[in-house]
């Protein structure tokens, strides 16, 4: 251990250095900022944004295997998707291979908000990269491996 954080135990850890802790404050720092640069630039919410990243990278998708990539709730997703579709962001089509679920992709609309959201969004994403040095995100990306790992295991316990 360094200096700054002494060797701490669960009984006597400060809030400041409780793992969730600091990643629920970081989560509400990172959504309240997302969403507000999402609003200003292309009156989008973090919800559609997402749904939209998800579509861009694995296509037409199903909103059961988006909730299945990204462990969002499910209600939430569907109560997006269907306010997206009904407002001209999403068309929806049957399922070739299932005519029980269907197949979400954005539409022009969608797609050209889209597009306008993207620069601002990759912009803020290289800013909070940038501010740390190659060695230190490869070293915060294998820590998030890390946590998600733990958290499976202690819920194999449960």
Not at 15 to 39: D, E, G, Y
Not at 132 to 150: N, Y
């Amino acid at each position: 251990m360094t200096e700054n954080m002494p060797e701490q135990t669960a009984e006597n850890t400060p809030l400041q250095q409780m793992v969730m802790f600091r990643l629920a404050r970081l989560h509400a720092k990172v959504n309240a900022q997302s969403t507000k640069i999402l609003n200003k630039s292309a009156g989008l919410s973090l919800s559609q944004w997402r749904i939209m990243v998800l579509i861009e990278t694995h296509g037409k998708i199903t909103p059961t295997k988006f909730v299945r990539l990204t462990k969002f709730d499910k209600g939430l997703v569907s109560r997006t998707i269907k306010g997206m579709i009904k407002s001209g962001l999403l068309h929806s089509e049957s399922s070739k291979s299932d005519q029980r679920s269907h197949l979400v992709d954005m539409t022009e609309k969608g797609r050209a908000l889209f597009e306008k959201a993207r620069p601002h969004m990759r912009q803020r994403q290289s800013r909070l990269l940038e501010c740390m040095t190659l060695a230190e995100r490869q070293a915060l990306f294998q820590s998030f491996d890390k946590l998600e790992l733990a958290i499976d295991d202690l819920e194999s316990l449960s």
